[in-house]
């Protein structure tokens, strides 16, 4: 599928606790022509939400520390700001439809870059969501952890 880049400003909240991952999804979006905010855990997700009400999407991991995980976020946000377009994402398995809030979107980790635009897509130009395909093979590139070289050679 390719990119359509939305024909409006869209703004993408992610909250993501792995910091690596956090960066290189930001980057990549802002690569899409989205602009990205970043929170580590629903606390300061909320804060964010709270000073900017020009967040068009919400992406969240469900497994992460702090008062409330990803799914427990989805749902608060689902009822205090109900336009916000939702995706929730977990490397831990499929997560249950019910689990989910009404119209959110779930992507299993790891996840190709071509399935971020797929279902970036799909929230904010229209079709809503519907399940995400799962991702079979190696560890996609775009989320692989890098581990720095030693000095020794």
Not at 11 to 38: D, P, Q
Not at 72 to 78: C, I, M
Not at 102 to 120: C, E, G, I, T, V
């Amino acid at each position: 599928m390719s990119w359509s880049a939305p024909t409006q400003p869209t703004t993408v909240l992610i909250v993501e606790n792995e910091a690596i991952v956090r960066m290189e999804l930001a980057e990549r979006l802002a690569t899409m022509g989205l602009t990205a905010l970043a929170a580590g855990d629903a606390d300061e997700a909320i804060r964010i939400l709270e000073t900017h009400p020009e967040i068009d999407v919400l992406m969240t991991d469900i497994a992460m520390p702090g008062s409330m995980d990803g799914a427990r976020l989805a749902h608060h946000v689902r009822r205090r700001w109900p336009p916000v377009k939702i995706i929730v994402v977990s490397g831990y398995g499929d997560t249950p439809p019910a689990d989910l809030p009404r119209r959110a979107l779930f992507l299993a980790k790891p996840y190709w870059p071509d399935a971020l635009a797929n279902a970036l897509d799909r929230m904010i130009n229209g079709g809503g969501p519907r399940a995400a395909p799962a991702l079979a093979g190696p560890r996609p590139p775009f989320l692989q952890l890098r581990r720095p070289r030693s000095g020794c050679g």
